[in-house]
């Protein structure tokens, strides 16, 4: 019998063991439970993966139905598991750079007062993130959508003493609302056609009548409607806004959020039913179109920041965007290629930039550093090594994910010239903000405050340690998708292909994948070039002359402040969205709630209170008054009687 429920029961044992006695329990016997727990379902994870590998291609799928959840007539949902090629690989990411991060927290969170809180909060986290990608249908991962998006709001105002970062917290948790209502509804018209909510019944009957349902109005829906939560998840245009307040939490918690669980989630989805978005290719062109819009413009709004926090909160949602360019244009095994990479070495940023700021004690401003890198050198090794994944240096893994989407989105059928361009543009920025970002903290004469300077360290090895181990991911994680382009089997594509299988051929129609290692090697050369620019102006204006920034941002003038304060965004959501919805409210309350259902309710009570004033007249207490009204009604009933 196949126990994959281990996977899901072990991050359940460590929310219960903490959530119920944590506080009563040592932090360090808090600390084994959450990292424990993690570390199991890991480990077990490893071993269904092995297990999945010694099958044949073909039967490479381990189910397990836990319990049935609902049966009604021939409707029925169970809380099943799925380990398939997919899931596995996401469990993996998921469970493991978890691990790593649980890790991590013991030293960063020392003597926090809500450590037991924490640990049940990020162990709670990564349980509803696992039921996401484990799930069999869309309902049981409806759990794990909305789980995740609960955990987000506990974990982003954790310290929610702090009115702004609770704020952040609420921020993200209603945004988040926004997206999973067309979740919901895509759920609601994926039953109304399918009649199940299972992925084999939907994907078997997308797959064998495509011929009807191929750019159907119907699916287009659908996928859009779906579409729509994964947008709200993973923080696309227009509903990022709440990413960069997430930066709120403590700094493990953007680590876990940013790297390998919620914000991945949407990715997840869209290559998980993958055979639907190959039959509404007018969905995939709006998902690679948001996807590489949203690419650019975040990009280019981490050239500007100072929170070192925030510069990586916006190269996370430029990096999802390049996720969703690669789904749009039919490259699914490119996305979840890159979403891996991406988890080693934006893992490795957040918890290098907590490094940093635990050194720090405190600060995030990227004006109040420099010169760090003779203080903290393991520190430094590790992100200078997650900067140049993440930039496409070449052999390390963020090059290889990164040419893959770069490279299909020109070849595919769904893929243009344009959205590659978008693509190397974006890549080209990322280069020069993110080590904008190193030069400004570990290079050039020191800006740190003399009180964080006098006990400025290297952070410990329960900090630095996780460091190193996602650093080494981050340099050899991308070989195992090596381009063919490299004249060997991309066998991470191998390996997916089996699931993706239906929606290549479909995609097909839209014409072929485009062939020639010679353009591949050129478009690669490009793109290296491109980002070799970007590294080369962030090391002219912060090494060589690092007066120079502020000279041309107050050249700049209207367009720096514009690209500083995020095209104020926000404020156009405020001012158009949220004050008027407050005003709206404002009306209801006064009109509709005050006037109306409470004039209904006092008016009532008014009107019983005036009639019981008039008849509480009749009980006087006074005998001979009673006698009178007796005689009086006898009369009147002996008269009606006589008379009537």
């Not at 590790?382 to 496409?392: D, M, N, W």
Request: proline share 3%; net charge neutral.
């Amino acid at each position: 019998m196949e126990m994959l429920g281990l996977i899901l029961l072990f991050p359940l044992i460590g929310v219960i063991i903490n959530g119920f006695f944590g506080k009563k329990m040592p932090d360090k016997a808090v600390s084994w439970v959450g990292c424990g727990t993690i570390g199991l379902s890991f480990a077990a994870s490893v071993i269904f993966f092995i297990q999945l590998l010694s099958r044949s291609e073909e039967s490479r799928q381990i189910s397990q139905i836990l319990f049935t959840w609902i049966s009604s007539g021939e409707f029925e949902v169970s809380f099943s598991i799925l380990f398939d090629q997919l899931s596995g690989v996401m469990a993996l990411i998921v469970s493991g750079v978890s691990f790593v991060i649980h890790i991590y927290s013991v030293g960063y969170m020392h003597g926090d007062k809500g450590y037991a809180r924490y640990f049940t909060y990020m162990n709670l986290f990564v349980l509803m993130m696992l039921i996401l990608v484990l799930a069999d249908n869309y309902l049981f991962m409806f759990i794990g959508w909305e789980g995740v998006g609960l955990c987000s709001y506990l974990l982003i105002g954790f310290w929610y003493e702090d009115v702004l970062k609770a704020d952040a917290g609420k921020k993200a948790f209603i945004v988040n609302r926004i997206g999973d209502f067309g979740f919901l509804l895509g759920m609601f018209l994926m039953f109304t056609v399918f009649g199940s909510l299972t992925f084999a019944g939907v994907f078997d009957q997308a797959a064998s009548s495509s011929s009807i349902l191929y750019n159907d109005t119907a699916i287009i829906a659908i996928t859009l409607l779906l579409f729509l939560g994964a947008v709200g998840k993973s923080a696309q245009i227009p509903l990022y806004i709440w990413l960069p307040d997430a930066m709120a939490g403590p700094t493990p918690v953007s680590a876990l959020i940013h790297a390998a669980t919620m914000v991945t989630a949407g990715v997840y989805m869209i290559a998980r039913s993958n055979i639907l978005y190959a039959l509404a290719p007018t969905s995939m062109m709006i998902v690679a179109i948001i996807g590489a819009l949203t690419a650019i413009y975040a990009a280019t709004i981490g050239i500007a920041q100072t929170d070192i926090k925030k510069v990586l909160a916006y190269s996370t949602i430029s990096q999802l965007g390049y996720m969703f360019l690669a789904v749009g244009v039919g490259a699914f095994a490119a996305g979840i290629f890159h979403l891996m990479t991406h988890a080693f070495f934006k893992a490795l940023l957040f918890l290098g930039a907590g490094s940093i700021i635990h050194a720090l004690s405190g600060e995030q401003d990227l004006r109040n550093m420099g010169g760090l890198r003779s203080h903290m050198p393991t520190t430094f090794k590790c992100f200078i090594i997650a900067t140049l994944a993440i930039s496409g240096a070449p052999l390390l893994s963020g090059f290889f994910s990164k040419d893959e989407i770069l490279w299909n989105a020109y070849a595919s059928p769904l893929g243009s010239i344009g959205l590659w361009l978008v693509g190397v543009i974006a890549a080209g920025i990322t280069a020069f903000y993110m080590f904008r970002l190193v030069f400004l903290t570990f290079f050039g004469e020191s800006r740190v405050k003399p009180e964080a300077l006098s006990h400025l360290h290297e952070s410990p090895k329960v900090i630095t340690i996780p460091l190193i181990i996602l650093a080494v991911f981050s340099v050899i994680g991308g070989y195992i998708g090596i381009p063919k382009a490299f004249g060997v089997t991309n066998y991470f594509e191998h390996f997916l292909d089996p699931v993706f299988e239906d929606a290549r051929l479909v995609i097909e129609r839209n014409g072929e994948w485009a062939h020639g290692l010679s353009l591949e090697w050129a478009l690669m050369a490009i793109a290296i070039g491109i980002a070799l620019i970007g590294f080369f102006i962030a090391y002219r204006l912060y090494i060589k002359s690092p007066e120079a920034p502020a000279r041309y941002a107050e050249k700049a003038g209207f367009v720096y402040r514009t690209v500083l304060n995020k095209y104020y965004i926000d404020e156009i959501y405020h001012a158009s969205i949220i004050k008027p919805f407050f005003g709206l409210s404002d009306i209801f309350w006064k009109i509709f709630d005050v006037k109306i259902i409470d004039g209904i309710v006092n008016g009532t009570s008014v009107l019983f209170r005036g009639i019981s004033q008039v008849l509480r007249k009749v009980q006087s207490g006074y005998v001979q008054e009673y006698i009178v009204v007796l005689i009086l009604g006898g009369i009147c009933i002996f008269g009606y009687i006589i008379f009537g």
